[in-house]
C-alpha cells in the first residue's frame, strides 16, 4: 500500500490556525488524499478528502501540491476540541471493492490555551 | 454521532471465550468495515462486507468471522479469545456509488474488548 508520512505531533494555540502537514509522494493520479480524525478513543471521524484541487468544508481546507505529492489540511480556528490524532490516508483500492481505510500513526495534534 | 451504532460498548471476558459484536450501519449505507485498534499496532482494517457479502479481508486471524444480514447489520465473532485481543474493535459504513465515497466511511464508538 502506498504509504504517507506525517509528523508525530504538533502545537497549536487556540484560535489560531492549525496546519497539518503530510507527504504522499508515491500516490497516483486516481487516489485521493483523504484526512480523518481520532478524538481519545473515540471513532475516527472524517473531516475531508481531495484529489487535485484544494478543498473546503465547514470543518477545515485541504491544500493540495500541485505534483500532488504533499498535502496540508488546515484547521483555521483551532478549538481545544480539536486535540485529536489527525492521519492522512490516500485511498488504495484494489479491483473496485477494496476500499479499505489504511491508517498509519498520524499526527497528535494538541491545541492548547 | 455518525448514526452507527455499536453494541456492547464494553465487554470484559476470559480467555478461550467466544464473543460477537455487533454493528448497525447509517441507514442507506450498504458496505460495513471491521477495524481493530490496539496500543501496538494501531488501526487496522479486519474485514468488509458490501450487501451481505464478504467483498475484502485484511489481517483477520482464523479465528475471527464476520457476516452482514439482510437487514444490513454485521456482527463480527471472536473466539478462542487470548490477551492479546484486548482492543478496541470499530465499525464502519459508507454509501455505495462513486468510488472515492466509498473510502468516506462512517464510524461507530467501538467497542472495547478485554480479555482476562
Known amino acids: 500500500d502506498a504509504k504517507t508520512t506525517q509528523p508525530p505531533s504538533m502545537d497549536c494555540a487556540e484560535g489560531r490556525a492549525a496546519n497539518l502537514p503530510c507527504n504522499h509522494s508515491?500516490?497516483?493520479?486516481?487516489?485521493?488524499v483523504y484526512w480523518y480524525r481520532q478524538i481519545h478513543s473515540q471513532g475516527p471521524q472524517y473531516i475531508i478528502h481531495?484529489?487535485?484541487n484544494n478543498e473546503t468544508n465547514e470543518m477545515a481546507s485541504l491544500i493540495i501540491t500541485e505534483d500532488r505529492k504533499s498535502s496540508t489540511l488546515i484547521l483555521p480556528h483551532a478549538t481545544l476540541r480539536d486535540t485529536a490524532v489527525y492521519y492522512c490516508?490516500?485511498?488504495?483500492?484494489?479491483?473496485?471493492?477494496?476500499?479499505?481505510?489504511?491508517f498509519g500513526k498520524g499526527t497528535l495534534l494538541t491545541v492548547n490555551p | 454521532d455518525s448514526g452507527v451504532t455499536q453494541t456492547p460498548k464494553h465487554l470484559i471476558t476470559a480467555t478461550g471465550q467466544r464473543v460477537t459484536l455487533r454493528c448497525s450501519p447509517r441507514?442507506?449505507?450498504?458496505?460495513v468495515y471491521w477495524y481493530q485498534q490496539s496500543l501496538d499496532q494501531g488501526l487496522q482494517f479486519l474485514i468488509q462486507?458490501?450487501?451481505?457479502?464478504?467483498?475484502a479481508k485484511g489481517n483477520i486471524l482464523e479465528r475471527f468471522s464476520a457476516q452482514q444480514f439482510p437487514d444490513l447489520h454485521s456482527e463480527l465473532n471472536l473466539s478462542s479469545l487470548e490477551l492479546g485481543d484486548s482492543a478496541l474493535y470499530f465499525c464502519?459504513?459508507?454509501?455505495?456509488?462513486?468510488?472515492?465515497?466509498?473510502?468516506?466511511?462512517?464510524f461507530g464508538p467501538g467497542t472495547r474488548l478485554t480479555v482476562t
Open positions: 464502519a459504513s459508507s454509501l455505495s456509488t462513486g468510488r472515492d465515497i466509498h473510502f468516506k466511511q462512517y
Open positions: 508515491t500516490i497516483s493520479g486516481n487516489e485521493y
Open positions: 481531495g484529489l487535485k
Open positions: 490516508i490516500d485511498s488504495r483500492g484494489s479491483g473496485g471493492s477494496n476500499y479499505k481505510l489504511t
Open positions: 441507514s442507506g449505507d450498504l458496505s
Open positions: 462486507y458490501y450487501n451481505g457479502e464478504e467483498r
